[in-house]
């Protein structure tokens, strides 16, 4: 079954703290992203990589972090969280090959910053 | 303005209504077009593309319009598990092959 899971899926932490939040595709896609979403934002690209070892800023970068040694797992790292930084985050994974343009979600992380 | 602009909603109709929702987007260079659905709290699932020519799936129907630059959804006789957002979504071919969000439109369907 095609998959994105991201784990954990609650966190609530405290301002400064550093954490991971890890995301892993058994699709073999090479592009995958993070968003975020807020209530009268939208969907907002934060990172996206177009293979292993390339990465590039979206929409809203400020306070992340990426890395993609593998093709299965992006995670996204908050090296010093902030209360703005409070949102549900969404990984995702693209399939571009043959024509097909889809993007497969992962359930969500629900993180709060206090 | 933004890239992608969706009217917010809440759409409320009964069930068995039909329902149309427009999107517009800016850039005429755009190339692909989509719509996602999301229930509450859940992750968005792509409901289907748009085609230049339209498409439909069973009781939906996508349309694009390009020189006005709009795309719509069509729902006909609508069921309360359509209740949902309903997520414009356009490649804009720009660097990085960028998907853009729109804001979403809510839809609520009444017994």
């Known amino acids: 079954e095609a998959q994105v899971t991201q784990n954990p899926r609650y966190l609530i932490t405290v301002t400064g703290k550093k954490l991971t939040v890890t995301c892993s595709q058994n699709m073999n896609h090479e592009y995958m992203s993070w968003y975020r979403q807020d209530p009268g934002l939208g969907l907002r690209q934060i990172y996206y990589?177009?293979?292993?070892?390339?990465?590039d800023k979206g929409d809203v970068p400020e306070g992340y972090k990426v890395s993609r040694k593998e093709k299965r797992n992006f995670p996204l790292i908050l090296e010093s969280p902030s209360p703005n930084q409070t949102s549900l985050y969404f990984c995702?994974?693209?399939?571009?090959?043959?024509?097909?343009?889809?993007?497969?979600f992962g359930p969500g992380t629900r993180l709060t910053v206090l | 303005r933004k890239e992608v602009e969706q009217d917010p909603g809440p759409f409320n109709v009964p069930e068995g209504a039909t329902v149309a929702f427009n999107c517009t987007y800016s850039?005429?260079?755009?190339?692909?077009f989509f719509w996602y659905r999301q229930d509450c709290r859940k992750e968005p699932k792509l409901l289907m593309s748009?085609?230049?020519s339209g498409n439909e799936d069973g009781r939906f129907t996508a349309q694009l319009n390009r020189a006005s630059q709009y795309i719509s959804l069509l729902i006909r006789d609508s069921k309360l598990s359509d209740s949902a957002t309903y997520l414009c979504?356009?490649?804009?071919?720009?660097?990085?092959?960028?998907?853009?969000f729109g804001g979403g439109t809510r839809l609520m369907v009444k017994p």
């Open positions: 979504v356009v490649n804009m071919r720009n660097a990085g092959n960028m998907l853009t």
């Open positions: 990589s177009m293979n292993v070892e390339v990465t």
């Open positions: 995702a994974s693209r399939g571009l090959a043959g024509g097909e343009d889809t993007q497969y």
């Open positions: 850039n005429s260079a755009s190339q692909s």
């Open positions: 748009v085609y230049s």
